[in-house]
């Protein structure tokens, strides 16, 4: 697929991470065994930044972020199709692990790793301040971003508190769709503010607020 990736020259902050290894012997004990494959995903100037808890295995694959079933429902809810959420311009990915993590025992994607948000993330939101909307997908961006202590449905209940530069959402992962299903408010209250939010930053570059 065509995107801006080639037109648009990453950061040297983007090269350093994509470079990085420091999870290699924790990797290497996991049952798949994989190496660091940092997926890198931003430029200043976007205006949209989606916060994420860590790649999934076909993202390790794949090294685009979000091109799962999860994405599929996460661009459902955002409201754009493909080609604008690979718009690098426009949209930034940022996971608070940029890896693949690997598994637990029960077959669960295992958490980011907290030297991945330690060693890089303040320096990548520096690189994207300002952003006109950023949206939390799961709770250890809710903690990070908002320094949210409390279960994910509280944080997300409480989406007006932050909206409407910021939206806590759930993980978009299948695993919630019983979730989804409890909190019928969250389909019906919240997503179309945020969809009639993204438009709005998305389509209307001269307006920040
Ligand atoms: S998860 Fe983060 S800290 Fe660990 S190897 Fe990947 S980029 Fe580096």
């Given at each position: 697929m065509q995107d801006t990736a080639q037109t648009l020259a990453e950061t040297a902050l983007a090269t350093e991470i994509r470079a990085c290894r420091l999870c290699a012997e924790r990797f290497a004990a996991?049952?798949?065994a994989h190496a660091p494959r940092p997926v890198v995903w931003f430029r200043p100037g976007a205006r949209l930044l989606i916060a994420g808890q860590a790649p999934g295995a076909r993202v390790h694959e794949s090294g685009?972020?979000?091109?799962?079933p999860s994405g599929d429902r996460l661009r459902d809810w955002l409201g754009i199709d493909e080609a604008t959420f690979y718009d690098l311009s426009r949209v930034a990915v940022v996971p608070m692990g940029f890896c693949f993590p690997g598994y637990d025992n029960k077959g669960s994607d295992l958490p980011p790793p907290p030297v991945c948000g330690r060693t890089w993330h303040n320096r990548v939101m520096a690189e994207l301040a300002d952003m006109p909307l950023t949206v939390l997908v799961g709770g250890h961006a809710h903690r990070y971003h908002l320094g949210a202590r409390g279960a994910v449905t509280e944080t997300v209940a409480a989406w007006r508190d932050h909206a409407p530069r910021v939206f806590a959402l759930p993980h978009p992962s299948w695993r919630n769709t019983g979730w989804l299903k409890k909190n019928p408010w969250f389909e019906t209250d919240l997503l179309p503010v945020l969809r009639a939010r993204v438009k709005e930053v998305l389509h209307d570059p001269g307006n920040p607020d």
């Open positions: 996991t049952a798949t685009r972020p979000f091109t799962d």
